[in-house]
């Protein structure tokens, strides 16, 4: 779990909520059932008229991203390029054939196959880019549809407190409920603009550093597996991945 989305979200809205009861309001003042659905179904209906249908419910399944994240998983292709490496180099490109069905990454397993079946290094590299290319440009889609509900659900929530206020002043003959009726009305751009700015923004800027995680761990694949076909030595090829990460390669053990 990403400990970093979860407590900010958890803080932005505690700190809100307590400068709230601070100015001797309470929670039932911004909880309204009507604005919300106001806010959040026109933003929904907005997307879901500049997007396709797909890409939206793609987004939707990738939210998980935003609170959870796999750790370590730079280090761990790295181990497993540079097993791949010293195993070529021991008994052949070729013996890497039985392992493939074991890659659990299918960029890397693509490659790999490729790469046994004698492809040279500038022409696996051209297959790959294009492929590396075409995945960044689909995963680009998913932060774009949090970055349009965000600037959607501001406006939205506007058009909820006039909406609201049309209401109010409907009802001017009793002066005892306006002020209340006013109050009421502005929840809606409370929840639009709070909605933007702490949620759907963020959301679409953590997304973004995921994908762009995703794809330097691509970068590396395919980098490490050129490295193998051209011969190069493990050791090295550990020390060419490492800038991947932006960590110096682990020091050798000394022996007695």
């Given at each position: 779990m990403?400990?970093?989305s979860?407590?900010?979200?958890?803080?932005?809205?505690?700190?809100?909520?307590?400068?709230?009861i601070f100015e001797g309001g309470h929670i039932g003042q911004v909880m309204q059932p009507t604005a919300?659905?106001?806010?959040f179904g026109?933003?929904?209906?907005?997307?879901?008229l500049q997007f396709p249908l797909p890409t939206v419910l793609s987004a939707v399944v990738h939210l998980w991203r935003v609170f959870f994240h796999r750790k370590g998983g730079g280090e761990a292709l790295l181990r497993e390029i540079v097993g791949f490496a010293n195993k070529a180099r021991r008994k052949g490109i070729v013996s890497l054939d039985q392992d493939l069905p074991m890659v659990a990454d299918p960029f890397l397993r693509q490659a790999l196959m490729l790469a046994?079946?004698?492809t040279e290094p500038s022409e696996l590299r051209r297959i790959m880019e294009v492929q590396i290319d075409n995945i960044s440009e689909n995963e680009a889609r998913i932060p774009a549809v949090f970055e349009s509900a965000g600037g959607f659900s501001p406006t939205i929530g506007i058009i909820g407190a006039v909406i609201g206020l049309i209401q109010v002043m409907q009802h001017l003959d009793h002066m005892d409920q306006v002020g209340r009726g006013i109050a009421v009305a502005f929840v809606a751009t409370i929840y639009g603009v709070g909605a933007a700015n702490l949620f759907f923004l963020p959301a679409a800027g953590k997304l973004r550093q995921r994908a762009r995680e995703d794809q330097r761990l691509k970068e590396m694949a395919l980098e490490g597996v050129i490295s193998i076909i051209?011969?190069?030595?493990?050791r090295m090829i550990e020390i060419k991945l490492a800038s991947f990460q932006g960590n110096a390669p682990r020091e050798p053990e000394k022996r007695g």
């Open positions: 990403d400990a970093g979860l407590g900010g979200i958890l803080l932005a809205l505690a700190g809100i909520l307590a400068g709230l919300a659905m106001i806010v026109g933003t929904l209906g907005a997307v879901m046994v079946d004698g051209e011969g190069m030595n493990p």
